[in-house]
Nanobody, 121 residues
Framework: QVHLVESGGGLVQAGGSLRLSCSAVGNIFSITAMGWYRQAPGGQRDLVASITSSGRANYADSVKGRFTISRSNAENTIYLQMNSLKPEDTAVYYC???????????????WGRGTQVTVSS
């Protein structure tokens, strides 16, 4: 089984910064892409940023230039540095990954429980 452990959410004023982290733990054979998604109240879960095992990053247009995703393959951990935060960044942020557990030949999508990010104006 694979579990994602998230940390780093909280309350911050507009213009401030937060850093999220997500570690994949468990009986893992391989991990492909890892990423951060967010879901605002009444909204759908949208991609914020993702990163491949080779380090290629992809960002939503709304966060380009403000957020930076990075990855430690050795630790199966990703980070999301969020700068110049805006009230519209307020959402529950979820870590997601496509991983193959050692007990299976298949790759599955796993989700963390989510961490709240609130940006006050």
């Amino acid at each position: 089984q694979v579990h994602l452990v998230e940390s780093g959410g909280g309350l911050v004023q507009a213009g401030g910064s937060l850093r999220l982290s997500c570690s994949a733990v468990g009986n893992i054979f391989s991990i492909t892409a890892m990423g951060w998604y967010r879901q605002a109240p009444g909204g759908q879960r949208d991609l914020v940023a993702s990163i491949t095992s080779s380090g290629r990053a992809n960002y939503a247009d709304s966060v380009k230039g403000r957020f930076t995703i990075s990855r430690s393959n050795a630790e199966n951990t990703i980070y999301l540095q969020m700068n110049s935060l805006k009230p519209e960044d307020t959402a529950v942020y979820y870590c997601g990954t496509d991983a193959q557990p050692r007990t299976s030949s298949y790759t599955y999508r796993y989700w963390g429980r989510g961490t709240q990010v609130t940006v006050s104006s």
